[in-house]
């Protein structure tokens, strides 16, 4: 039989893990060329799949001549990380612990339908902190892909590439908004990273993103990440433009709060498409499908939009004064749209064991405003939550609710807004419909009006 044989990249950082199979020269290591990745790619269709175990991450810079001239790195197999105790990471890397670490520019990591995975060693000291990423950007990197492509013939939504038990976040990337060139403010930013066609799941945490310009994330699930301590599905911080579409962020479970997604200090952000449901704190917390927030040293969060997105069946946990929120605007963020977006029974978790039910049960909401103005609520539908279906804490709104329908919840509409004169204020005018009367509602009317939505009058 004739043996295959493929170049080295790295070898004292690979070994491989080989089951019930003999030829020790089929499939030794990872290598990142596009012309030998091709043939190993049709290599692996006729010979049996290997595990590869590394004990040492992957670093991809300049001071790895095994990727002078290389552009990508296309994984062969399913590739554990199960780094060795003794190794140290190099200073500059010191807060970028992960299987990998990218601090090159214009470079691919290209999953193939294969999974990153974890084997950590098992004490809590090492789990709680000292954090271990899957995939780690350094700042300033500019042009990264991490992305699965797919065989000819398979369906790209089935055929993701995946990264589980990671201790940390699944990729992690920080920038720095401090500059060291007078021509380039944006110097330290990471810039144009493209995530896409990932399942992200049994992670501590999903994707962190901070101090980036335009990160896309697309068609990547993150699912089934557990946390003992606050969990973020996606978490950004200082934001310009970018874009999440199509993506699940569901039944990620904490100890206490939970986020699908945590928009913090974000500027023309696009989020569409996507889901961020059945997400729980088992314990203390509150949970919430999709925040804009603003950090306190910052202006504001603002000119994002929201579209065609739902927050459903999100529980926090059954413990007085806290709450699950499907869509959030927090903070002085201002100036945002939410538009064609769904939520729907928002509530809480199971009294944990031996503790008693509270006095006053938590919140459950379907559009919360607090300490914002200016936003545009739109086209929107929120129904069966305990508490209220649209709410603004301000004492007099100044945003913008046209054409949502709220139904079946406790309170359908809490808003504030000025009365016509511009003397006083009254609650946001609504149609009312209930269930055995829809006369009210005769499609003759404003064509943005709210629909209030009742079991009776």
């Given at each position: 039989?004739n043996?295959?044989?493929?170049?080295?990249?790295?070898?004292?950082?690979?070994?491989?893990?080989q089951?019930?199979?003999?030829?020790?020269?089929w499939?030794?290591?990872?290598?990142?060329?596009?012309?030998?990745?091709?043939a190993?790619?049709?290599?692996?269709?006729?010979?049996?799949?290997?595990?590869?175990?590394?004990?040492?991450?992957?670093?991809?810079?300049?001071?790895?001549?095994?990727?002078?001239?290389?552009?990508?790195?296309?994984?062969?197999?399913?590739?554990?990380?199960?780094?060795?105790?003794?190794?140290?990471y190099?200073?500059?890397?010191?807060?970028?612990?992960?299987?990998i670490?990218?601090?090159?520019?214009?470079?691919?990591?290209?999953?193939?339908?294969?999974?990153?995975?974890?084997?950590?060693p098992?004490?809590?000291?090492?789990?709680?902190?000292?954090?271990?990423y899957?995939?780690?950007?350094?700042?300033?990197v500019?042009?990264?892909?991490?992305?699965?492509?797919?065989?000819?013939?398979?369906?790209?939504?089935?055929?993701?590439?995946?990264?589980?038990?990671?201790?940390?976040?699944?990729i992690?990337?920080?920038g720095?908004?401090?500059?060291?060139?007078?021509?380039?403010?944006?110097?330290?930013?990471?810039?144009?990273?493209?995530?896409?066609?990932?399942?992200?799941?049994?992670?501590?945490?999903?994707?962190?993103?901070?101090?980036?310009?335009?990160?896309?994330?697309?068609?990547?699930?993150?699912?089934?990440n557990?946390?003992?301590?606050?969990?973020?599905?996606i978490?950004?911080?200082?934001i310009?433009?970018?874009?999440?579409?199509?993506?699940?962020?569901n039944?990620?479970?904490?100890?206490?709060?939970?986020?699908?997604?945590y928009?913090?200090d974000t500027?023309?952000?696009?989020?569409?498409?996507?889901?961020?449901?059945?997400?729980?704190?088992?314990?203390?917390?509150?949970?919430?499908?999709i925040?804009?927030?603003?950090?306190?040293?910052?202006?504001?969060?603002?000119d994002?939009?929201?579209?065609?997105?739902?927050a459903?069946?999100?529980?926090?946990?059954?413990?007085?004064?806290?709450?699950?929120v499907?869509f959030?605007?927090?903070?002085?963020?201002?100036h945002?749209?939410?538009?064609?977006?769904?939520?729907?029974?928002?509530?809480?978790?199971?009294?944990?064991?031996?503790?008693?039910?509270?006095?006053?049960?938590?919140?459950?909401?379907?559009?919360?405003?607090?300490?914002?103005?200016?936003?545009?609520?739109?086209?929107?539908?929120?129904?069966?939550h305990?508490t209220?279906?649209?709410?603004?804490?301000?004492?007099?709104?100044?945003?913008?609710?046209?054409?949502?329908?709220?139904?079946?919840?406790?309170?359908?509409?809490?808003?504030?807004?000025?009365?016509?004169?511009?003397?006083?204020?009254?609650?946001?005018?609504?149609?009312?419909?209930?269930?055995?009367d829809?006369?009210?509602?005769t499609?003759?009317?404003?064509?943005?009006?709210?629909?209030?939505?009742?079991?009776t009058?």
């Amino acid at each position: 039989m004739n043996k295959i044989i493929l170049l080295l990249l790295l070898p004292n950082l690979m070994q491989a893990y080989q089951e019930d199979f003999n030829d020790d020269a089929w499939y030794a290591k990872a290598l990142a060329t596009s012309t030998v990745t091709q043939a190993a790619l049709h290599a692996k269709e006729t010979q049996p799949q290997k595990t590869i175990i590394w004990t040492k991450p992957l670093i991809i810079d300049r001071e790895n001549q095994d990727f002078e001239g290389i552009t990508s790195f296309t994984f062969p197999c399913n590739i554990i990380y199960k780094p060795d105790p003794s190794y140290n990471y190099p200073w500059i890397y010191r807060n970028y612990d992960a299987a990998i670490i990218i601090n090159k520019d214009n470079f691919t990591i290209d999953f193939n339908g294969y999974n990153l995975s974890l084997h950590a060693p098992a004490t809590s000291n090492f789990l709680l902190n000292n954090p271990t990423y899957g995939i780690s950007l350094y700042q300033g990197v500019k042009n990264t892909r991490i992305i699965s492509s797919t065989h000819s013939g398979q369906n790209t939504k089935t055929h993701k590439g995946s990264i589980t038990n990671f201790t940390g976040y699944a990729i992690f990337a920080s920038g720095s908004r401090q500059s060291y060139n007078s021509y380039d403010v944006y110097s330290l930013l990471i810039k144009n990273l493209l995530i896409d066609n990932l399942l992200i799941t049994q992670n501590r945490n999903g994707i962190y993103i901070e101090n980036a310009l335009r990160p896309i994330i697309t068609n990547t699930d993150i699912i089934y990440n557990y946390s003992p301590q606050i969990l973020y599905g996606i978490y950004y911080s200082y934001i310009l433009n970018g874009l999440i579409d199509s993506c699940n962020i569901n039944q990620n479970w904490s100890y206490i709060d939970t986020y699908g997604m945590y928009l913090q200090d974000t500027t023309n952000l696009m989020v569409q498409n996507s889901q961020t449901n059945a997400n729980r704190s088992l314990r203390s917390g509150n949970v919430t499908g999709i925040l804009l927030t603003a950090s306190p040293l910052s202006a504001a969060s603002s000119d994002n939009t929201i579209s065609n997105c739902t927050a459903n069946r999100n529980l926090c946990a059954n413990v007085a004064d806290k709450a699950s929120v499907g869509f959030y605007i927090n903070n002085i963020s201002r100036h945002n749209v939410i538009e064609n977006c769904t939520s729907l029974n928002s509530g809480h978790t199971a009294t944990p064991p031996g503790q008693s039910d509270p006095i006053t049960p938590p919140d459950g909401i379907g559009f919360k405003l607090n300490s914002t103005d200016f936003n545009n609520i739109t086209k929107n539908t929120a129904g069966y939550h305990a508490t209220y279906g649209f709410y603004d804490s301000s004492p007099l709104s100044t945003s913008f609710f046209t054409a949502n329908t709220s139904m079946f919840n406790l309170i359908n509409f809490n808003v504030i807004v000025p009365n016509r004169s511009g003397i006083g204020s009254a609650q946001l005018a609504t149609t009312n419909l209930y269930l055995n009367d829809i006369s009210a509602f005769t499609g003759a009317g404003p064509q943005l009006t709210n629909l209030s939505i009742q079991a009776t009058e």
